[in-house]
């Protein structure tokens, strides 16, 4: 008959002899210190509170324990957590050192922490604001041609984040798009973001641009462009000094080829004038094909008989 005691004894002592074993390394092990940066994360956040300014990614610790285990530490396995579940709007000041602040594994202590305190600014978070976005276009096109209509689809985007922070904000930006040397257009889907840190897009998201790039215009002046007369009353007859005026335009090169001035309408308005002489301004009509840079001269002397 077997004794309980005796039964399996080869396992039991081998069992023994692996713990005293174990038992010896650790006991053996020295005791060391070892200074990490740990990231700062924050938990239970309320929807309705956002984070202002610029708090810090990671805190520096010092950790204290056996040698061994200080080495095997991985990222992950120390955390600094703010817990903000029942934190209110304002200006709050977080102790670091507090017991349960800086997770670790068994075993390991935290004798220090920087820094110490943690300042943060809660604000309540605003709704949701659609702003339009602006396309960031760097560099020129090729010579003779510039940039003409840019259109953005989506043309607005939804942000969110501190109300503070969204009741001053008018726009979102793209990431740059460079039309250096461009003489065709451009289409790209680029991403979209905001300038200040503290605020984001509702749902991130990419937008596509098109840029058109047309043919700079140019400028001509045309001599000698004749100035009319309209409203004239009944019966009198104008006299215009000078009869024609240099007029500068600018416009499209394919349009402005084919210009002479009689296609430019330089005019005065007689209406309700009586007879006598007056200084009047010259007009010059609107046209599809440019736009009036410069009059000269931009008066005339007229005498109605």
């Known amino acids: ?13 081998f069992a023994i002899a692996l713990a005293v074993l174990l038992w010896l390394t650790v006991a053996g092990d020295p ?16 929807d309705s509170v956002e984070i202002l300014g610029d708090p810090p990614e990671t805190v520096e610790v010092r950790l204290r324990g056996s040698s061994a285990v200080l080495r095997r530490l991985e990222t992950g396995d120390v955390a ?23 997770r670790t594994p068994r075993g390991v202590e935290v004798t220090q922490v920087i820094p110490s305190t943690v300042s943060l600014t809660l604000e309540e978070a605003g709704s949701p604001r659609m702003v339009p976005v602006v396309p960031d276009l760097t560099g020129d096109p090729a010579p003779g041609f510039v940039v003409g209509r840019v259109v953005v689809e989506p043309a607005t985007v939804a942000v969110v984040g501190p109300r503070s922070k969204l009741r001053r904000l008018t726009e979102a930006m793209t990431e740059p798009l460079d039309v250096t ?9 680029v991403t ?9 897009l509702e749902t991130p998201r990419a937008v596509r641009v098109t840029v058109e790039i047309v ?11 004749p100035v009319r007369v309209r409203n004239v009353a009944s019966g009198l007859s104008p006299t215009v000094t000078p009869a024609s005026i240099t007029v500068t ?25 009586g007879a006598g002489i007056y200084h009047l301004s010259v007009m010059v009509e609107p046209h599809r094909a440019f736009r009036v840079i410069q009059v000269e001269p931009t008066v005339a002397l007229v005498e109605l008989r």
Do not use: C, W, Y
């Not at 903000?84 to 602040?101: H, I, K, Q, V």
């Not at 040397?181 to 889907?189: G, K, L």
């Open 192 to 200: 979209v973001g905001v300038a200040d840190p503290n605020l984001r």
């Open 80 to 102: 600094a957590i703010i817990d903000l579940g029942s934190e209110r709007p304002g200006n709050r000041l977080f102790d670091m050192t507090a017991a349960g602040r800086v």
């Open 249 to 273: 335009v600018h416009g499209l090169p394919e349009l402005m080829r084919g210009l002479d001035n009689n296609a430019v309408g330089a005019f005065v308005d007689l209406a309700g004038l």
């Open 31 to 46: 005791i060391a210190e070892r200074g990490l940066h740990i990231p700062l994360e924050f938990e239970n956040v309320p």
């Open 181 to 189: 040397n461009a003489s065709v257009p451009i289409e790209e889907t």
């Open 215 to 225: 043919r700079a215009p140019v400028e001509r002046t045309l001599a000698e462009v």
């Open 1 to 13: 008959m077997t004794i309980p005691l005796f039964r399996d004894l080869g396992l039991k002592v």
